[in-house]
Structure formats: structure tokens, C-alpha cells
T-cell receptor, first 114, second 115 residues
Framework: DQQVKQNSPSLSVQEGRISILNCDYT??????FLWYKKYPAEGPTFLIS?????DKNEDGRFTVFLNKSAKHLSLHIVPSQPGDSAVYFC?????????????FGKGTLLTVNP | DTGVSQNPRHKITKRGQNVTFRCDPI?????LYWYRQTLGQGPEFLTY????????KSRLLSDRFSAERPKGSFSTLEIQRTEQGDSAMYLC?????????????FGPGTRLTVL
């Protein structure tokens, strides 16, 4: 069963516009969420995270919003740049668990067109 | 470079052969993880070490897979009698204890192709 879902396999955006990537989760025990960015032939790179005690976290052009009641989070990138083109993974973990493992979605390929 | 490193970056092997991958975590990180990523999927958890102790193994990790982390530093992942279904990117990640432990830092991965 897919506990973290990214329902959009791909997203195309014009440079300078906002990119919104969405993620849904089903496990109510998840309390910490992360976004990773991945270029081809490289490992995932940590972008931004949010704890379940918050509903928003901002870091430069990147903002993550969390709606716990809907079990939904989103990553906003403003303004989008061509260098942002990559696969974005949403990940979640249960901080009360003993192994700290992350559960990932399948990813969304973002293409930012110049 | 003080990031997570993995060797080799690519491995091509014939079905039935054994392969071993190495991961060197960020030096002060005591937690180390192995994940596997196949095409069109996100990384999937395989196993987790805290220092030298292997604390959890996923059911994805069949008996043909074994991981070690002697002395709590680098780790190795061995696959015996490889099968074509083992073809994937094998990712290693590490994290520190304490407040910063939530973020895991990934290496570049080892891409395994089983012919």
C-alpha cells in the first residue's frame, strides 16, 4: 500500500511562475515531512521539511504547507527557475518509531521552461 | 567533500554472481540507512544501522541480502546470487542524532544492472 502519494507524475511550469507540488499521506502516525529533489544519476538532495506541529515552513523560494486534517502537504516554489527542473519526492516519517526510516512517494517530475 | 559517498557508482553483473557495495557516511553521523529505488518509484527502505547495530530490516531484504557496519563507520551491502529483479539504484543515507536527526543526507547511489 502506498502510504505517501504523489498523484501528479509530472508538472510543467513557465520560468518565473509558481510551481505547486502536492503530496497526500494515509498514515496518521506520520509527524515529520520532507521534500527531496533529485537530478538524474544523483542521490536525492534534502530541500525543506516540516513538523506536524506547524502548518507552514519557508526557506527562500521554497515553502511547504501542511494540512493535517486533510493529510495533505504541498511544496511551493516561487519564482520557478529552469534549474529547478528535477524530480521532487515527498517523504514522511513517524518520529515515535524506532528506526527513523523515511517513506517516499513516487515523485513528480518538474519541468521549468525558460 | 564531506558528504555521503558510495562505491562503485555503477555495477554490471551476470545473474547468479555476488556483488558488494560500500557506503561512507558523513563522519559524525551515527545513523546509516540503505534504500533501493527502481524506475518510476521513490526510494524504498531496506535497512537501518545505529552505530554498528543493525536495528531494522525491511521485508524487501531477502536472505540473499546482507548489510554490515563494522565499527560504526562505513557500511557494506552484499547481494548474493543476484537476480534480474535486483537491478535498481541502491542509495545510502546518513543522519545525526538529536534535533538534526530528521534530515537524511543521501549519497549518489550505486546503479546495479543484472544481466
Amino acid at each position: 500500500d502506498q502510504q505517501v502519494k504523489q498523484n501528479s507524475p509530472s508538472l510543467s511550469v513557465q520560468e518565473g511562475r509558481i510551481s505547486i507540488l502536492n503530496c497526500d499521506y494515509t498514515n496518521s502516525m506520520f509527524d515529520y515531512f520532507l521534500w527531496y529533489k533529485k537530478y538524474p544519476a544523483e542521490g536525492p538532495t534534502f530541500l525543506i521539511s516540516i513538523s506536524s506541529i506547524k502548518d507552514k515552513n519557508e526557506d527562500g523560494r521554497f515553502t511547504v504547507f501542511l494540512n493535517k486534517s486533510a493529510k495533505h502537504l504541498s511544496l511551493h516554489i516561487v519564482p520557478s527557475q529552469p534549474g529547478d527542473s528535477a524530480v521532487y519526492f515527498c517523504a514522511a516519517r513517524n518520529s515515535g518509531g524506532s528506526n527513523y526510516k523515511l517513506t517516499f512517494g513516487k515523485g513528480t517530475l518538474l519541468t521549468v521552461n525558460p | 567533500d564531506t558528504g555521503v559517498s558510495q562505491n562503485p557508482r555503477h555495477k554490471i553483473t551476470k545473474r547468479g554472481q555476488n556483488v558488494t557495495f560500500r557506503c561512507d557516511p558523513i563522519s559524525e553521523h551515527n545513523r546509516l540507512y540503505w534504500y533501493r529505488q527502481t524506475l518510476g518509484q521513490g526510494p524504498e527502505f531496506l535497512t537501518y544501522f545505529q552505530n554498528e547495530a543493525q536495528l531494522e530490516k525491511s521485508r524487501l531484504l531477502s536472505d540473499r541480502f546482507s548489510a554490515e557496519r563494522p565499527k560504526g563507520s562505513f557500511s557494506t551491502l552484499e547481494i548474493q546470487r543476484t537476480e534480474q529483479g535486483d537491478s535498481a539504484m541502491y542509495l545510502c543515507a546518513s543522519s545525526s542524532r538529536g534535533q538534526a536527526s530528521q534530515e537524511q543526507f543521501f549519497g549518489p547511489g550505486t546503479r546495479l544492472t543484472v544481466l
